[in-house]
């Protein structure tokens, strides 16, 4: 009776916190929404928060409430965003996309104002006199956006960030980053880019770097599907008009558009 007692003490004790768990499960159990699990299968599974969600989970269940659309998953690629569009019953722009850094001035095109010795940031830097390179609307040159991607998309030659369309899935987290606001997410088919973002007028653009818009409109003018138009003193693409038929290249005489 001394072993015995226990044993059958403790196995009640068992039985009554099963019973007392199942009827738990049965009865506190949250509903599961059968749409956002199956959203949640067709999704890769990174959990890279690149979609602005948190997680593949954030993401699932806001794609199923109809918050988000189908083709926020950058690892998943057009193949995910197909199979979500599937599942909604709605269509969707398969096309791929990757990240552009509207800026050429490297330095052999641009010389620094001041000698900055601060954090090495980019957003940092930026608050002293817009950085520390004569066009303040350029690229600072820190690395950013290379720390942010989560993908390794982007390296850094020359004191520049190099974007690999090969590996970058367009997923805009470098962009978020950018306090100058350079990096932009185009269709991954373009060829013509305007590599430039500097705003102001006059000789100054001119002698902040030497591939910078002046603003000439000699690319807008010869573009035969009017794809280029001028604004804030830039030129600005339309990728949904463009041809990359190269014209605009052609006439630039500052080796902006690239």
Same mark, same amino acid.
């Given at each position: 009776?001394?072993?015995?007692?226990?044993?059958?003490?403790?196995?009640?004790?068992?039985?009554?916190?099963?019973?007392?768990?199942?009827?738990?499960?049965?009865?506190?159990?949250?509903?599961?929404?059968?749409?956002?699990?199956?959203?949640?299968?067709?999704?890769?599974?990174?959990?890279?928060?690149?979609?602005?969600?948190?997680?593949?989970?954030?993401?699932?269940?806001?794609?199923?409430?109809?918050?988000?659309?189908?083709?926020?998953?950058?690892?998943?690629?057009?193949?995910?965003?197909?199979?979500?569009?599937?599942?909604?019953?709605?269509?969707?722009?398969?096309?791929?996309?990757?990240?552009?850094?509207?800026?050429?001035?490297?330095?052999?095109?641009?010389?620094?104002?001041?000698?900055?010795?601060?954090?090495?940031?980019?957003?940092?830097?930026?608050?002293?006199?817009?950085?520390?390179?004569? $066009? +303040?609307?350029? *690229? #600072?040159?820190?690395?950013? =956006?290379? &720390?942010? !991607? /989560?993908?390794? @998309? %982007?390296?850094?030659?020359?004191?520049?960030?190099?974007?690999?369309?090969?590996?970058?899935?367009?997923?805009?987290?470098?962009?978020?980053?950018?306090?100058?606001?350079?990096?932009?997410?185009?269709?991954?088919?373009?060829?013509?880019?305007?590599?430039?973002?500097?705003?102001?007028?006059?000789?100054?653009?001119?002698?902040? $770097? +030497?591939?910078? *818009? #002046?603003?000439?409109?000699? =690319?807008? &003018?010869? !573009? /035969?599907?009017? @794809? %280029?138009?001028?604004?804030?003193?830039?030129?600005?693409?339309?990728?949904?008009?463009?041809?990359?038929?190269?014209?605009?290249?052609?006439?630039?005489?500052?080796?902006?558009?690239?």
């Amino acid at each position: 009776m001394q072993i015995f007692l226990p044993v059958i003490i403790v196995t009640v004790i068992g039985l009554i916190a099963g019973l007392g768990l199942a009827l738990a499960s049965k009865f506190m159990a949250v509903p599961t929404d059968e749409k956002q699990e199956k959203v949640r299968e067709c999704l890769p599974g990174a959990n890279c928060g690149a979609c602005g969600y948190s997680g593949c989970d954030g993401y699932a269940a806001a794609v199923a409430s109809g918050e988000a659309p189908p083709d926020k998953c950058a690892p998943g690629g057009s193949s995910t965003a197909v199979a979500l569009a599937e599942l909604l019953g709605v269509e969707v722009n398969t096309e791929p996309k990757v990240a552009f850094i509207a800026c050429n001035g490297s330095a052999e095109n641009t010389e620094a104002k001041y000698a900055y010795s601060g954090m090495m940031s980019c957003a940092a830097a930026n608050l002293v006199q817009s950085g520390p390179m004569q $066009c +303040k609307y350029g *690229c #600072i040159g820190f690395g950013d =956006c290379y &720390k942010s !991607c /989560p993908f390794g @998309a %982007i390296t850094m030659q020359n004191g520049r960030p190099v974007i690999c369309k090969d590996i970058c899935v367009g997923c805009g987290k470098c962009a978020s980053v950018c306090p100058k606001s350079l990096i932009s997410i185009i269709p991954k088919s373009a060829k013509v880019h305007v590599s430039c973002a500097n705003k102001a007028k006059g000789v100054q653009v001119a002698k902040s $770097c +030497k591939v910078s *818009c #002046i603003s000439c409109q000699m =690319c807008a &003018k010869n !573009c /035969p599907s009017g @794809a %280029i138009e001028i604004k804030d003193n830039v030129a600005v693409i339309n990728y949904d008009l463009c041809t990359s038929c190269g014209k605009c290249k052609e006439v630039c005489k500052r080796n902006v558009i690239v």
